[in-house]
């Protein structure tokens, strides 16, 4: 017997799948894949794949599977559907499958689908979106992530991971060498001034490059003081990852910098006929639409530069529970973007 969409997206809540554990994950959905007959396969990169369709344009609809630390309690509650993965990603992916399952149903499949849960976007190796890159040459394409079901997400930032480590010799407190973190303050100092030169001027986050300090941690054997430090920087369009890293690294001193998961700003034009079909879509059921430009990275920096065609990002949700305790998807909402996708979907010929 199959899932109704909220069963569906419900039972894929209730397995966990931390960047590098979606195996069982993926099982579910290409299990479910196949019971539409659509051809369904876990790829090299342990993405769920399934295709559809086998005339007009290829559409590639790409999400991620992987979530995030943290349990919440999978619950229907005052017509929300709670869980780690609700808004991001698995309820957009989710919402793909059955927008794809509702346009073959109803008879208005004129294009090839090509549906990936990609895996590891949560973490700074982007691997099965990495991989997805190198398999297709899209026509269109668009990337789940939460947008609300009136908006659509033309652009995300660039990012740039800065992991931080220093050792020197240990010294008395009461003396005049800087401490291991003292020298990691300052460095921190260092960059912040920097990004507040780069961003003068600049009023949009979009338009800003924004340091965040996610870790430090110091300690000593009595012979040698450490401090390590990681440091997340976003970053606006025309600043480039290896340009910021070099820029890093002459500020560091006598500190080891090693630099994971450099990617630039991407943007793409609200004037694409995907974007279009969007517009067209949203008003047909009652919204107004209305595009974002985000703050944080996505799967659409890795395959939009790569893939250069109409792309954009859309799925239900509020992307500020996105990775919080409180993560919920409004049902009714979901079921919007379903049939909002679905009409986008059969535009595409």
């Keep these: 017997m199959q899932m109704n969409a909220v069963e569906f997206l419900e039972t ?74 609700a808004v991001d990603a698995k309820g957009p992916f989710a919402t ?110 979009f338009e800003q490059l924004l340091p965040s300090l996610r870790h430090v941690a110091s300690g000593g054997d009595g012979m040698t003081d450490w401090c390590e430090a990681t440091i997340g920087l976003r970053l606006p369009e025309g600043v480039e990852p290896d340009a910021l890293a070099g820029h890093v690294a002459s500020l560091a001193g006598s500190a080891k910098l090693r630099f994971e998961g450099g990617c630039p700003a991407f943007r793409s034009p609200r004037t694409t006929p995907l974007a279009g079909s969007f517009v067209r879509a949203i008003r047909q059921h009652g919204g107004k639409p209305g595009f974002l430009h985000k703050t944080g990275t996505a799967d659409m920096n890795v395959v939009g530069p790569a893939w250069r065609c109409p792309i954009v990002a859309y799925g239900p949700g509020d992307s500020r529970l996105d990775h919080t305790p409180d993560e919920h998807l409004d049902l009714e909402e979901y079921q919007r973007a379903i049939l909002v996708l679905a009409d986008v979907l059969a535009q595409q010929v």
């Design 12 to 85: 894929l809540l209730r397995i966990p799948s931390l960047s590098g554990q979606e195996g069982e994950a993926a099982a579910f959905l290409t299990a479910r894949m196949r019971e539409f007959g659509w051809y369904a396969f876990v790829d090299a990169a342990g993405n769920a794949v399934g295709q559809l369709g086998t005339t007009g344009p290829l559409v590639v609809l790409l999400g991620h599977i992987d979530t995030v630390p943290g349990m919440i309690p999978v619950r229907i509650q005052d017509g929300c559907l709670y869980g780690r993965g």
């Design 96 to 205: 793909f499958v059955q927008a794809a399952r509702h346009l073959e149903l109803t008879g208005r499949l004129r294009c090839r689908l090509v549906l990936i849960g990609a895996t590891e976007e949560e973490s700074a190796s982007s691997r099965g979106a990495h991989y997805a890159r190198e398999q297709y040459a899209p026509a269109s394409c668009i990337i789940g992530e939460p947008s609300g079901w009136e908006r659509v997400t033309l652009g995300y930032k660039g990012r740039l991971l800065v992991h931080y480590h220093l050792e020197q010799d240990a010294a008395h407190s009461a003396g005049e060498q800087p401490a291991a973190p003292e020298v990691m303050v300052a460095f921190w100092r260092e960059l912040e001034a920097y990004c507040a030169t780069v961003n003068a001027g600049r009023d949009r986050l």
